[in-house]
């Protein structure tokens, strides 16, 4: 599953559960976003990757771990709408979603971001694992078609 999928898989989670908050992922230009919704917004956004060592010497094969990022972005702090109230909630619908192909999130830390004229943004980050398998360009491979097995009692078995 690509990281675009993932995010969108991430969003749509949270689309279907909070729904009276404006959902998205993070805008190409952060500079230039304007909160129009009168509550606030949830922006999801990709942090990066750590791989694992490769598991075999023939085969590349990791453990990769995805962290993304959630800004609750809102207008309130502390009442029953504010901030506080959805990052609870975001971890709440998050924890333990599992995306197609991947193992579940699980929250990694929670920061203060910023103020600005009453604004709050905090982010809540979450990591979840998946595969990373080299691709198969290897059009030389020999497919088996044919075994044949001795064993101590002089018994053969063919298997085609």
């Given at each position: 599953?690509?990281?675009?999928?993932?995010e969108n898989?991430?969003?749509?989670?949270?689309?279907?559960?909070?729904?009276?908050?404006?959902?998205e992922?993070?805008?190409?230009?952060?500079?230039e976003?304007?909160l129009?919704h009168?509550?606030?917004a949830?922006?999801?956004?990709y942090?990066?990757?750590?791989y694992?060592?490769?598991?075999?010497?023939?085969?590349?094969?990791?453990?990769?771990?995805l962290?993304?990022?959630?800004?609750?972005v809102?207008?309130?702090?502390?009442?029953?709408?504010?901030?506080?109230?959805?990052?609870d909630?975001?971890r709440?619908?998050?924890?333990?979603?599992?995306?197609?192909?991947?193992?579940?999130?699980?929250?990694?830390?929670?920061?203060?971001?910023?103020?600005?004229?009453?604004?709050?943004?905090?982010?809540?980050?979450?990591?979840?694992?998946?595969?990373?398998?080299?691709?198969?360009?290897?059009?030389?491979l020999?497919?088996?078609?044919r075994i044949?097995?001795?064993?101590?009692?002089?018994?053969?078995?063919?298997?085609?």
């Open positions: 599953m690509s990281i675009k999928d993932i898989s991430i969003i749509e989670r949270l689309k279907g559960t909070i729904q009276d908050l404006h959902i992922g993070f805008p190409e230009k952060p500079a976003f304007k129009i009168p509550k606030g949830i922006l999801v956004h942090q990066g990757s750590s694992s060592e490769p598991k075999s010497p023939g085969c590349i094969f990791q453990e990769r771990k962290e993304f990022s959630i800004t609750v809102m207008r309130n702090l502390r009442t029953h709408e504010g901030t506080y109230e959805y990052l909630k975001v709440d619908v998050l924890t333990g979603f599992k995306p197609e192909n991947c193992g579940k999130m699980y929250p990694l830390k929670e920061d203060f971001l910023a103020e600005d004229n009453g604004l709050w943004q905090y982010g809540i980050n979450f990591a979840l694992t998946t595969n990373n398998i080299e691709a198969d360009n290897d059009t030389n020999v497919f088996l078609k044949t097995l001795d064993d101590n009692f002089e018994e053969r078995v063919v298997i085609e």
